[in-house]
């Protein structure tokens, strides 16, 4: 079965020379532009950087069928990676707009947040925007002869109307980013578009390993709600693709998860609850094959090895058919992550293709 990843994370930021900081639920964050690049590129980079070859442990709590959860846990587990931490700390997001500390970027967001475990994470994107519109060709009067000067009032209002429509068309533009994401200390590049027409925004964000290996996140507004549609290339071939919403409900941060795969569709939402003095995080799941649809719940929460240190998830699932298992899966750890990265190179930043 094709891996079904998406990419959901977020981070955000605003676009200044000097420093400002701003701290709230992820949707009062993502309000512009510039905090939707964060957002897309902290994404993308994080299903980039993620192992998806680890076997996950499972233990029937009844004898019955392999469930459609157990066939998908890889792929959810992939996205709870990611959007730990979002979820981790409701409300406790914050970002900082500095002056970049690189000469070679003339922007620098710093995002903040909080995981399960109350650990803090720290991601920074540094970028570039260069506006790719045309250049305007309004004519310049300073050139003008003595003998265009005669015909320079019976022109003005025709030079009006040109210099409204030259306005109209620098409004649908589109304008190229390029810049790095630092994500545990390595250095990925981030690439990508925004463009403008109709008053509609359309914002593209690519975060890739070379030219055959990479995540691509389109962010547009869909029926009055903003979306972040990803694919997956691995190899050259698209490997995933899905579909993301962040809700507001009741003060908590809920995230909506859509995707199709062949005759595979699903829907997901994650939400972080306080259970048992305990931070998890919550899953309302359906699942659907072609033939039979599961339905039901899970409740994560993260285990620590207390000889390694090492953390994994446990998902405690129950369908709605009274169905229980549980699932250990593998949990991104900075520390693991800090080992890998003595190994492993810089990825080097490549143009948007």
């Known amino acids: 079965m094709k891996k079904l990843v998406i990419a959901l994370l977020a981070i955000v930021g605003l676009f200044a020379l000097s420093a400002c900081n701003t701290q709230g639920n992820i949707n009062e964050l993502l309000a512009s532009n510039q905090e939707i690049y964060a957002f897309s590129a902290i994404s993308s980079t994080s299903l980039l950087s993620q192992d998806s070859t680890a076997q996950p442990l499972t233990m029937k709590l009844n ?23 979002f979820l981790g700390d409701n409300g406790g997001f914050s970002i900082e707009t ?14 903040t947040s909080v995981d399960l475990l109350g650990n803090p994470i720290v991601h920074t ?11 305007n060709e309004v004519d310049d ?3 003008y002869t003595t003998e265009d000067s005669e015909d320079e009032f019976e022109d003005e209002e025709e030079n009006e109307i040109e210099d409204e429509e030259d306005e109209d068309e620098f409004e649908d533009q589109e304008t190229k980013i390029t810049g790095i994401l630092i994500m545990n200390d390595v250095e990925y590049a981030i690439s990508g578009k925004k463009e403008i027409e109709d008053d509609e925004t359309k ?3 690519i975060s890739s390993i070379d030219d055959n290996n990479y995540v691509k996140v389109v962010s547009k507004v869909e029926d009055d ?13 698209v490997v995933t693709s899905s579909k993301i919403k962040i809700e507001e409900e009741d003060n908590e941060t809920k995230f909506v998860l859509e995707y199709v795969d062949g005759e595979l569709s699903g829907k997901f939402e994650f939400k972080r609850e306080f259970d048992d003095d305990q931070d998890i995080i919550k899953i309302k799941y359906e699942i ?61 930043e490549t143009s948007f293709r």
């Open 63 to 85: 004898d019955t069928e392999d469930t459609l959860i157990e066939q998908e846990i890889k792929d959810i587990n992939q996205y709870l990676n990611m959007m730990e931490q």
């Open 98 to 111: 500095q002056v970049s500390d690189k000469v070679e970027y003339a922007n620098q967001i710093v995002f």
């Open 125 to 135: 994107l540094y970028y570039n925007e260069e506006v790719l519109t045309e250049e």
């Open 141 to 143: 009067l300073s050139v």
């Open 203 to 205: 914002i593209e964000i």
């Open 225 to 237: 709600e903003r979306k972040y549609n990803y694919e997956v290339v691995t190899d050259g071939v």
């Open 288 to 348: 659907n094959n072609g033939t039979e649809t599961e339905t039901g719940e899970a409740k994560i929460i993260v285990i620590t090895d207390p000889l390694t240190g090492n953390t994994t998830y446990q998902y405690q699932v129950k369908t709605d058919d009274d169905v229980e298992i549980e699932i250990e899966e593998e949990r991104e750890d900075d520390e693991d992550d800090d080992e890998e990265d003595d190994d492993e190179e810089e990825v080097d």
